[in-house]
């Protein structure tokens, strides 16, 4: 199975910083990596797949970058409606796996 | 618009049986593998259970396989996940979401239910 490691785990920030956050696959899944985004009591979003493209509709402050076994995730600006938790997912191969998630949240 | 709505959560027993649907609208259903993701409280997202836009392939993780069963009707536009042999570890917010594969690329569309909780007691 690919495991998946998110880090940090948590991280506490303010409007206007810029926030980066890393994805690690135990082996290489080319770019089949997306990002999502979840608010309490919410479905997640996407927000980034193909680890680079961004989702129609999303901001362009969220970036991604990546591929192999290594990935980011880029808040260009934090918004307070970006407080949230992230996850990364591959689908790559089954089963399919979640990191276990980096909640950002305010400084 | 597309929209996920899932039903058939609720309070059962250990050793008891559930099943979920997904109502599927806005896109077309058959064209689009689907999945049951679930997340307990507190806890992160766990990928439980993938079927293909054919139904002719279906995949488990460890933790239900052999106890879960997926499906899917076309016609109805329906996902379905048949649950048996609940256990505790079970309980958790069920969703349904477009599976990011689509035709050996990644989908742009991206979709998921509000989720149906499970709560299996002993």
């Known amino acids: 199975d690919i495991q998946m490691t998110q880090s940090p785990s948590s991280l506490s920030a303010s409007v206007g910083d810029r926030v980066t956050i890393t994805c690690r696959a135990s082996?290489?899944?080319?770019?089949?990596l997306g990002w999502y985004q979840q608010k309490p009591g919410k479905a997640p979003e996407r927000l980034i797949y193909d680890a680079s493209i961004l989702q129609s509709g999303v901001p362009s402050r969220f970036s991604g970058s990546g591929s192999g076994t290594e990935f980011t995730l880029t808040i260009s600006s934090l918004q307070p409606e970006d407080f949230a938790t992230y996850y990364c997912l591959q689908h790559n191969d089954y089963p399919l796996t979640f990191g276990p998630g980096t909640k950002v949240d305010i400084k | 618009e597309v929209q996920l709505l899932e039903s058939g959560g609720g309070l059962i027993q250990t050793g008891g049986s559930l099943r979920l649907s997904c109502a599927a609208s806005g896109f077309r259903f058959d064209d689009y593998a689907m999945n049951w993701v679930r997340q307990a409280p507190g806890k992160g997202l766990e990928w439980v259970s993938s079927i293909w836009g054919s139904g002719g392939k279906t995949y488990y993780s460890d933790s239900v396989k052999g106890r879960f069963i997926i499906s899917r009707s076309n016609s109805r536009n329906t996902l379905y996940l048949e649950m048996n042999s609940l256990r505790v570890d079970d309980s958790a917010v069920y969703h349904c979401?477009?599976?990011?594969?689509?035709?050996?690329?990644?989908?742009?569309?991206?979709?998921w239910g509000q989720g149906t909780l499970v709560t299996v007691s002993s």
């Open positions: 979401m477009i599976h990011p594969r689509w035709y050996g690329a990644t989908s742009p569309l991206d979709r």
């Open positions: 082996q290489g899944i080319r770019n089949d």
